[in-house]
Every structure is written in structure tokens, then in C-alpha cells.
């Protein structure tokens, strides 16, 4: 009884002891870090550093690193190599023979120190060093060693070693520059070929390898614990990086960090807990990497056919130029596709097929194959419209430089006085927003990729993509347009109603046309700062009002992430218009059927999107809504590369004009259901199968129909007989071409593939809801074998 007292005052003491614990930075044998939120750090006895587990939003995942602890934003320092992250409940252990042990929640290895000593204990540290300490008192392994994408100061760098780049902002993984001590005694950045890690020319050196006096050449990389910068030559003489006298007064943390972005950085912030204030910069090399680049290999600042530029702050920025879009939506410092990529072999060497998008003041120097000199720009145009290995045409003064992809070195220079004529066939269009350095490019060409969205054959009214308008402007709009139009009997809905007038001022007159679909006509329009699309229809139903009024209120109450929104609508007098938000990345189609296929986890993520999006026309709305023309055209993607249903929801509104065929059929060839040429009861099964042959798609990256040959020898592959056959012979890995990254993850493409072939079944009460793809798609129910799509498949190869 009398130990009472004691045990009821223990826990008034605990917090006290872990205190205690953590002042010196001890870390006992055993001990152990959870990654979860409210997880409790190794901190330095000084509290400015910690070590444990960050959690990243950009993959909801855990990064075991060093921080500092401080300053709000928990500066990174220090990561495993490779910066693998790990899930929530991930634990990091300090055993003794091994060392710190990074382990996800199944108890998988991820990572180790690899110490294989008696451990005495760790220790984190006031310079950011976290050490594991051998029983005689000895370093067995220090983090400061092993460093990441970034130098403290106490750090030194011997010959040999390298640090390297992050891949992006939230991707830890070694990136594509490095920064070398070299042999030699130079030390430079240099870019990389990830796979084989092969160095590529510098783009930055200190020139500290003197030849002539080995003595004055570079022997470490020293960061002083003042702050200071340099080489350290044999001769004990210093090659200053930091500038003399650029450093503050006072008392502040420091780093040397080599950006994502390849530029080489020192950075000061004040010290002290709580402190708002920014990492400001002491300098950077090199002064302008855009410009930095000679050698002819590898892809230069950007990826492959990418342009650099630099911001407000001096940083550079990576823009895909007007006919490219970016390979990895996550990352806008990477390689860009093309919508136009030469293929020789199907004859695509005239002309009349191919335009071009003028740049000015960009180029990609050191992509030639054909120099022209001297010429006019005419006959340097011609010349490239006619090569069917030119995909761009450089003019300067009386020269021409014809190009081949990928391009490589892309940079923005005022100075070059140059333009740029990017080659693109004609219906594979360039992207609507095209960057800032494409100041010469027509309007139409530049938002004409917006209407092509609308060109798709859908009996359902078209949807053009431009740019997003936010509620509160157009709140503002309606309550001025109720003023216009008192008493109006109109829609009930919160649309902005607009008067006819406004949307001819809006279009100037409908002057600028994007584009012809099969119900009406897209216009370029402009309310307030906003672009939008104005879409006019002209097949209205007779008895169009009452129609009119009660399917655009349909519409007004769908409310998904994974769908386009309508934003407007004119119903004055016989005048029927409608208002869409804007999508900054173009068509499914365009994104998918490019020379560069997009990475696999974002085409999984787009196909879940399309199927939780047609769920939700089918269940969720108050009025069921049948889409019937779901394909990659009808698919759009926000500026996160989100997939974004458009042309749906005014079936009823439309006429029964056909899309593309002589029938009453509704769809496109490719994607549409066997009932529909048996006169058959349509339901929302017909939306299943086209998303079947959609998801078979996006599996393969294939069209749905392809014709191949000429005269005698011509014929069509069938994509979902093909895939069909694939499957039975146990040859997934024709399906995704050999894609390593897809046959990794053998198990979904199984999944997803069975499900593509369930939803293509001939017989309507075979396939499955959309409900129930979603289930399968996400692992949540078995899929089971499925049988033969059609008893008529056959394989036309």
C-alpha cells in the first residue's frame, strides 16, 4: 500500500525521463521508430536535428530520413539511399549486428545500415550526423557517409564521391544529376542515364584538375562548420565555392543541396524554434542551366523533347512545347511525348498531310541531321513537310536545321532570334495550352486540340475542355443574368443562365471556331479572365423547351470528381447553348495512343476513374444516364492527369441522328455493343461494353480497331479478339509489349484483363455492372475465368 503514492506519480514523472532520454541523442540498442504521425523522433541534443519518419503526402507513404527540426518546413537532410518510402505502421530498429533496420508492416526488410559489429549504442547529433557507435567506442557507420542530395556543414567529400539529385519535389529516388569529386581533383555536375548510371559531359566544372601541376589539383570537398564552401588542393591552397564575405552575420543553419532540378545550391535559415522565415540563398550554380549544356548526349536541364526557361527566381522551368505533352504527368521536368511521331514506313512522306505550330525564340541545338544553306523559310518548311524523318524545322536568317526526335538540349533564349516549326499530322492535333514561349501561335491551333474532344460521333451533347471557372465568378455572373432576365422560366438549378448577347459578346460573334461536332458547333469564348467553350446545338428536339429545361437540370445535379462540368447554358428563344469547364491535358487518346506509353499505376488509375465515373451515371443520379459513346476521345484529363468523363447526359435533349455509322446505331465503330445492331433493349450494359474495350486499351495501349496492309493484302485487327486469344495462350506479355513495369505486376494485369474481357461478353446479361468492375478492379471480390467474348471471335493477324 504505501507504493501507492509512488506508482500514482510515475506517470507525472515519464515525460520527464524520454526527455531526459533524448537530451543527449542517445539511441539504445533495441529501440525502435513506428511510422505514424504522432511518432516521437531521435532528436540532437540540441533539438535542432531529428531522425524518424516523414510522411509524404504526394503517395500518403513514409520516408525514414534527418530533418531539421526547428523550422516548419522539416528540411530533409539525409535519406536511405534511393529514398524508398514505406507504408503507415513501417517500424526502423537499432539491432545489434545489423544495425538500423528499416522494415515495412508485413516485416519485410526495406533497408539496412549493414553494421555487423557489437553495437554499443546511436547517436544522433548537432551537425546532423546520426552514428552507430561499436562497443570499443568506435564509428561502425555514420549517415554523413552515405549522403544523399545534400552537404552539411563538417561534411567533407573525398575523390570519388558523388551525392545525387532527388528525382522530383515528393520522389526521393536518385535522380538524373549528380554532383562528383572526380580523380582528377574536378568536381562537377553532370546529368545521368538512370538505368546504367553512365556519367554524361558537365555541365558545370571547377576546373581544379591541373594537368600541367598536379599539385594545385582538388584533393576534398570541404563544408566548414562556418559555412564555407571549397576545394582543398594538394598543395593546402582552397578553391572557394561560397563567394568571400557572402555569408550572413548571425546565427544560422546551413546546407548545400543539389536540387531536383540540377541546380547546385547553398542555403542559410536562421536558427531558433518557431522561426518563419524562408531558406534563402547564398549562391547557386551554374547561373543559368538552361544555357549550360553542350554535349550532344543525353536529354540536357529538361527531359527529351522537353524546353527550359527560367522562372522569376533564376530556377529552372521545364515546359513541354505546343505538339508534346508530358510522358509522366508527375513529373513536368521530364521526358514529353509527341503527337506527331514520323513513321516512314507507312508512306507518310507527303505534304498536304502534315502543318506546323511556329515557336519562337526556343530551340533543341544539338538534334540535327540536315543543315540547308542558305534557304527561304518557304523551302525550309517544305522541306521538313516533305522528309518523313523531320519533325522540327529550325530558321535562322538564311539557314535551316532539320530535326529528328527526341529532341534534346530545349531551351528558351531570347537571344536566338529563331523559329521553330513543330511538325504535326493533320487530325492529331497540338495541345490546347500551349507555354508562355509560344508566342506566335494561331488561336485556333492553340485550343483547336480542345474541340477535337467534341469531334467524337456521341448522340449525347459535346464537351470541350477549357480553362476552369471558378464558382464564384460565375455565382456572381448568374445573379447579373437574373437581373438581365426577371421572371425568366428557365432551369431551377444553380447554372449560370445566360442571355444570348452575352455569349455572341463572350465569342466575338462566334469568330473563333473550335471545331464541328455532331450536334453543333464549339466556339472559342472569353467571360471575364476565364476561356471557355461555348458549345451551340442545332439538332434540338422539336418540343425542345420543356426538354431542354429538364435534362440540363439533369445534368446540373451530377456532381463527380470524374466527370466534366457543365457550368452554363442559353435557352434564349430558339437559341440553345451550353458552357463547359476547361481540361488542361487534352484527350485519353491523345495521352494514350502516343510513341511513349504513359506508366502503368496512371493507367490503372485512369481506368478506375472511368469506372467509378460511369457507376455513378448509372446508380447514383437522380435520372439514370446512359452514356453510349464511352471511348479514349470522350476522355479527358485535368490538369493532375485526372480521367474526366465528357459527352454525357442529354440523350433525351438530341436527336437520333447517328454518330459515324448509316445506322440508328449510337457510338463509334470499335466501341459499340452487339444489341445495338439487333434492335435490342438498350440499358446501361452498353455502357459496360464499351469500357470493356476502353480498359482493354489502356491495358495495351492499342487502338480498338486497326486496319493494316493495302490492295490485296488489307485487313482489320480486332483488339478484344486479339486480346481474347492472347489470354488463352497464356501471352499477356504480347498484350503489354514486353512492358517490364506492367509484368511486374503480373497479378493486376491479370485482373484487369479478365475484367476487360467479362465487360465485352456478347450477351448483355453476362457482363458485369459497373458496381461490380470497380469491386473487381480494386481487388475487393475474385474475378472469375471468362468465357469467350463471341462465339465468332477470331483472330486477324
Not at 533539438?47 to 503517395?59: E, S
Not at 499530322?425 to 509560344?438: C, E, F, H, I
Amino acid at each position: 500500500m504505501q507504493r501507492l503514492p509512488y506508482l500514482i506519480l510515475f506517470p507525472l514523472f515519464l515525460p520527464l525521463l524520454v526527455i531526459g532520454q533524448q537530451t543527449n541523442g542517445s539511441v539504445s540498442v533495441g529501440s525502435s521508430l513506428s511510422a505514424t504521425d504522432d511518432a516521437k523522433p531521435w532528436l540532437s541534443p540540441s533539438g535542432d536535428f531529428a531522425f524518424g519518419f516523414q510522411r509524404i503526402q504526394a503517395n500518403d507513404s513514409f520516408l525514414l530520413s534527418i530533418w531539421y527540426d526547428k523550422i516548419p518546413d522539416k528540411t530533409v537532410i539525409w535519406y536511405p539511399e534511393g529514398g524508398p518510402t514505406v507504408p503507415k505502421g513501417s517500424k526502423v530498429e537499432l539491432i545489434n549486428g545489423r544495425g538500423l533496420v528499416l522494415s515495412d508492416l508485413q516485416g519485410v526488410e526495406v533497408w539496412t545500415s549493414g553494421s555487423g559489429s557489437d553495437i554499443a549504442y546511436g547517436v544522433m547529433n548537432d551537425t546532423g550526423n546520426f552514428v552507430i557507435v561499436g562497443n570499443n567506442s568506435n564509428k561502425i557507420w555514420e549517415s554523413l557517409d552515405f549522403p544523399t542530395d545534400t552537404m552539411l556543414p563538417s561534411q567533407v567529400m573525398e575523390k570519388g564521391g558523388v551525392i545525387y539529385s532527388k528525382m522530383s519535389g515528393t520522389n526521393f529516388s536518385n535522380g538524373r544529376f549528380q554532383l562528383r569529386l572526380l580523380q582528377d581533383g574536378n568536381l562537377v555536375l553532370n546529368t545521368r542515364d538512370i538505368a546504367s548510371n553512365f556519367a554524361y559531359a558537365a555541365y558545370y566544372a571547377t576546373r581544379t584538375d591541373d594537368s600541367s601541376n598536379q599539385s594545385n589539383s582538388g584533393e576534398q570537398l570541404i563544408f566548414d562548420a562556418t559555412g564555407y564552401l571549397y576545394i582543398l588542393r594538394r598543395n593546402g591552397k582552397r578553391f572557394d565555392l561560397t563567394p568571400s564575405q557572402e555569408l550572413p552575420l548571425g546565427d544560422y543553419y546551413h546546407r548545400v543541396t543539389l536540387d531536383f532540378d540540377g541546380v547546385l545550391t547553398q542555403y542559410y535559415h536562421p536558427k531558433g524554434s518557431g522561426n518563419n522565415s524562408s531558406w534563402e540563398i547564398v549562391w547557386s550554380y551554374p547561373e543559368n542551366i538552361c544555357l549550360s549544356f553542350r554535349g550532344a548526349e543525353g536529354s540536357g536541364a529538361c527531359g527529351f523533347n522537353n524546353v527550359c526557361s527560367l522562372d522569376q527566381d533564376n530556377r529552372p522551368k521545364c515546359e513541354c512545347p505546343q505538339g508534346f505533352s508530358l510522358l509522366d504527368p508527375s513529373d513536368p521536368y521530364g521526358d514529353c511525348k509527341p503527337y506527331y511521331f514520323p513513321n516512314c514506313e507507312e508512306g507518310e512522306s507527303k505534304g498536304d498531310a502534315f502543318d506546323f505550330v511556329e515557336l519562337t525564340d526556343i530551340d533543341w541545338p544539338t538534334s540535327d541531321y540536315v543543315i540547308m544553306n542558305p534557304t527561304s523559310e518557304q523551302d525550309c518548311k517544305n522541306a521538313c513537310l516533305n522528309d518523313c524523318f523531320c519533325a522540327v524545322a529550325i530558321y535562322r536568317g538564311n539557314k535551316c536545321w532539320k530535326k529528328k526526335l527526341p529532341l534534346s538540349n530545349g531551351k528558351v533564349d531570347d537571344s536566338l532570334n529563331v523559329k521553330a516549326f513543330v511538325k504535326f499530322r493533320k487530325g492529331d492535333l497540338p495541345p490546347s495550352t500551349p507555354p508562355r514561349y509560344s508566342r506566335k501561335t494561331n488561336d485556333r491551333q492553340t485550343l483547336i486540340i480542345v474541340g477535337s474532344a467534341l469531334f467524337g460521333t456521341s448522340v449525347l451533347v459535346n464537351v470541350v475542355l477549357i480553362s476552369a471557372i471558378c464558382v464564384g465568378f460565375f455565382l456572381l455572373y448568374q445573379k447579373k443574368a437574373g437581373n438581365l432576365n426577371p421572371g425568366s422560366n428557365t432551369i431551377e438549378t444553380t447554372l449560370t443562365h445566360f442571355k444570348y448577347r452575352q455569349l455572341v459578346h463572350a465569342t466575338n460573334g462566334f469568330k473563333d471556331e473550335l471545331g464541328r461536332g455532331a450536334f453543333g458547333i464549339v466556339y472559342k469564348g472569353v467571360i471575364g479572365a476565364n476561356i471557355v467553350a461555348v458549345k451551340k446545338l442545332d439538332r434540338v428536339v422539336q418540343d425542345g423547351e420543356k426538354e431542354f429545361q429538364t435534362e440540363v437540370n439533369a445534368i446540373a445535379k451530377t456532381h463527380h470528381k470524374n466527370l466534366v462540368r457543365l457550368l452554363g447554358y442559353c435557352d434564349d428563344g430558339e437559341q440553345r447553348l451550353l458552357v463547359y469547364e476547361y481540361m488542361s491535358n487534352g484527350t485519353l487518346a491523345s495521352f494514350l495512343f502516343g510513341n511513349m506509353r504513359p506508366s502503368w499505376n496512371h493507367r490503372c488509375h485512369i481506368a478506375l476513374g472511368i469506372a467509378k465515373a460511369l457507376a455513378y451515371l448509372h446508380e447514383e443520379c437522380s435520372t439514370q444516364i446512359i452514356h453510349c459513346d464511352i471511348k479514349p476521345q470522350n476522355i479527358l484529363l485535368d490538369e493532375y492527369y485526372n480521367a474526366r468523363i465528357s459527352d454525357f447526359g442529354l440523350a433525351k435533349l438530341l436527336s437520333m441522328n447517328q454518330s459515324r455509322t448509316n445506322t440508328g446505331i449510337r457510338g463509334t465503330k470499335g466501341y459499340v455493343a452487339p444489341e445495338w445492331f439487333r434492335n435490342a433493349p438498350v440499358t446501361v450494359k452498353v455502357d459496360v461494353y464499351s469500357f470493356g474495350v476502353l480498359l482493354l486499351e489502356i491495358i495495351s495501349c492499342r487502338k480498338s480497331v486497326k486496319e493494316y496492309g493495302n490492295g490485296d493484302e488489307y485487313g482489320v485487327v480486332i483488339l478484344t479478339d486479339w486480346v481474347w486469344d492472347c489470354y488463352q495462350e497464356n501471352r499477356l506479355d504480347l498484350v503489354v509489349e514486353n512492358d517490364s513495369e506492367v509484368l511486374d505486376d503480373v497479378k493486376k494485369l491479370t485482373t484487369f484483363v479478365k475484367v476487360g474481357l467479362w465487360c465485352v461478353q456478347e450477351k448483355p446479361g453476362l457482363r458485369p455492372t459497373m458496381r461490380e468492375v470497380i469491386q473487381m478492379l480494386e481487388g475487393v471480390v475474385e474475378v472469375r475465368e471468362p468465357p469467350c467474348p463471341s462465339p465468332f471471335s477470331v483472330t486477324l493477324s
